[in-house]
């Protein structure tokens, strides 16, 4: 190759060419699937478990709390908790499955051999996040048919309830990838789970209407995205919630883009996963 067939090549590699192209769809399938099997290979801990955990929830508080509990929102306290509990459900399930697959990778040392394959941190995270949001929607699947045919619930709608079920599971699939990046040890990412994650998913509106709250209560759960989560899903499904849904999908939505944009640079940069 002559002087200006190389300046040609170089000018093209400069310019982010590669051997796959501009998106390497293998690739990223690839991933895709493996963080998908990763889960549906273990079903009973990661989709049967789940829907378990909602039943004995709502068992629980409709033994607890029992037929003479007075209605919330206009509707029986129980079909009132059902939505907080399908979501509260969904978003513990999709941070599980970004969290651990690279935390795990990270304690084995075996994260090598996600970053050195020809993926763009593009690529990488949609691969991981793609994981999160098919078991988050799974969960989902599974837990609100039973408990809507069991409760005889119907879906007032159902396009919104799907939109918030997307948007919670790839925003807790992006927290995920963060708390896993940032966690080098399983006591770590314990501690995140229980001081923010739960936290944040027991204090949004999941077991009660924030109208009961105290007024500075109410200001502070307004800043807790897992409330509009939560609120959204419960309006899809009982139509019913303490907040516009409107709000809540611009608030929702410009949260996960900020997460996702913060996961796109600690891929590109290798914080905290490069030795």
Known sequence: MDA????????????GTRRFGRVNWLGLWTLSEREIMRFVLVWSQTLAAPL??????????????????????GVPFIHFLAPGI?????IQNAFANTSSSILISKVQGNIVDTLMPPLSPLELLLGYTAGGVVRGLLVALLVAVPMLLVLGIGLAHPLWALVFVLLGSALLSGLGIVAAIFANKFDQMAAITNFIVTPLSFLSGTFYSIERLPQTMQTVTHFNPVFYLIDG????????????????????SAVTAAVMALCWYWFRTGYRMKA
């Not at 378990?52 to 929102?73: C, K, N, Q, S, Y």
């Open 4 to 15: 200006t067939g190389m300046d040609k090549a170089n000018a093209a590699a400069g310019m």
């Open 52 to 73: 378990a955990t909602a039943a004995l929830f709502l068992g629980v508080f409709a033994l607890a709390i029992g037929p003479d509990r007075e209605t919330v929102m």
């Open 86 to 90: 399908l979501m509260m459900t969904v």
């Open 233 to 252: 899903v419960r309006y899809g499904i009982i139509g019913q919630s303490d907040s516009s849904p409107w709000l809540g999908l611009a608030v929702c």
